[in-house]
């Protein structure tokens, strides 16, 4: 994943598989276990998600 997207199917390409990995992590966590470190790495995914995000829809306007 450490080439540009520049057009728009890339960029949601993109997109989409970085919510399928934070699927499959969220799937492989066991509630029973977790603790605060998976919770960090859930919201450091979001944050990943949601700046690529705004990148994105700057190129989109």
Do not use: P
């Not at 390409?13 to 470190?37: C, F, P, Q, W």
Request: charged share 35%.
């Amino acid at each position: 994943m450490g080439n540009s997207v520049h057009d728009k199917e890339s960029q949601l390409n993109y997109i989409h598989n970085r919510m399928d990995m934070l699927v499959k992590v969220l799937d492989t966590i066991d509630a029973e276990s977790a603790g605060v470190s998976e919770i960090d790495r859930i919201i450091e995914m979001l944050d990943d998600i949601e700046l690529k995000c705004q990148q994105f829809r700057k190129d989109w306007e």
